[in-house]
Nanobody, 124 residues
């Protein structure tokens, strides 16, 4: 089992920045990739970004490219999502996820473990 705990959400004005953190514990040696997803009210859970366990490969949704950066921390069981130039449409609950399969996917079904989520609200 792997446990994921997110932190860092909050309320920010449009154009502002936030940094989300995700701390992983448990059987993290079996993980190939960690990612961030978000879900707005009444909408599906959407892919935001992912990073390989080694940190060598990163992936982004088109909607956040150039504004968000995913990175690994030290120790490596921590993942960050730096969010800059935030827009009201970025408002959602953000979830950290971990996958124990090699194949990269943006589909939430491809991730095996999930955090409880952290709310990000961007005001206009």
């Amino acid at each position: 089992q792997v446990q994921l705990v997110e932190s860092g959400g909050g309320l920010v004005q449009a154009g502002g920045s936030l940094r989300l953190s995700c701390a992983a514990s448990g059987r993290t040696f079996s993980m190939y990739r960690m990612g961030w997803f978000r879900q707005a009210p009444g909408k599906e859970r959407d892919f935001v970004a992912a990073i390989s366990w080694s940190g060598g490969n990163t992936y982004y949704a088109d909607s956040v490219k150039g504004r968000f950066t995913i990175s690994r921390g030290n120790p490596k069981n921590t993942v960050y999502l730096q969010m800059n130039s935030l827009k009201p449409e970025d408002t959602a609950v953000y979830y950290c996820a971990a996958a124990n399969v090699v194949t990269m996917t943006m589909n939430p079904k491809g991730y095996d473990y999930w955090g409880q989520g952290t709310q990000v609200t961007v005001s206009s």
